[in-house]
């Protein structure tokens, strides 16, 4: 009985052994010709991106607090709003004006967005998305005082340091008594205490503080000032592949709309070149500064120019 079924165990594996190897040979075929195909949630392209993005939180209306310490203004709305069409996770932090770019560069955050004006100086050292904004300069004093933007030698002149402002200061007024501050906030507060004159400032920023009470005795002297680096971009470390998503997707807000919409939220119009007439006071005109006889290699010791917005 033992060798009967033995036997027929026998047959039977013997039977079994060609068919094993045919199946064998047959997943090998499949194997190398049909790859297992992985979930859309495994591949990199579907893998939510996680972002931090940096700005300066008191450069209204651009960024800065509310009562309660929370993120709010037009680049924050922004912001929100690119990241929700990239259907990536954004954190956005403040951080020191002079701290945006080494922070950037040292990779503490992933991009910067604080009224950067995208000037020569810069893009030797960050890459810039494309243009959303466009704003010149001013000159703000009190009311009833004529001093003229052609006229500042000498005079005490408030400016928030590593901006296009300061900048223009040193470079065309180097004989004006300049005084660079921190932040914007620091430099109206010398302003409304007398220990300086008048105040050079981004238009858009300067024009929103003459419509607070602090501001209310105070006005535009003379005409806008555009130094060619008036557009604002988005900061990036050089080479990162967030640049061209985040030109991708702030093409696309413009043309389904929300780009516009939350332009005109906060500037009464639909177009960043609208939107710079609508924040002008005293129907100011356009005064163009020919860069081609600045000295790009001019700075002084107060200023970093790594800067400015």
Known sequence: MSISISSAMTKKALWLAPLSAAMLMLAGCNNSSAPVETTETDTATDTPLNIKIATE?????FSYTDADGKLIGYEIELVDALCAQMKAKCEVISQDWDGLIPGLNAQKFDAAIAGMSITPERKEVVEFSDPY???????????????????????PIASQRSTVASQYLQDKHADADIKLYDTQDNAYLDLTSGRVRAMMSDKVTGIDWLKTEAGKDYEVKGQEISTNDDAMGIAFRKGDPLVAKFNKALTE??????????TGSYFGTSSTTAAQKAVATNDLK????????TDADTTTAKEAPAATN
């Open 286 to 293: 356009e005064v163009v500064v020919d860069k081609a006889d």
């Open 133 to 155: 904004f466009h704003s010149g300069i001013i000159l703000i004093g009190k009311k009833g005082d004529d001093i003229r933007v052609d006229a500042l030698k000498g005079q």
């Open 253 to 262: 807000l413009k043309d389904n709309g929300t780009y516009d919409q939350i």
């Open 57 to 61: 939180s008191s450069y209204k209306p």
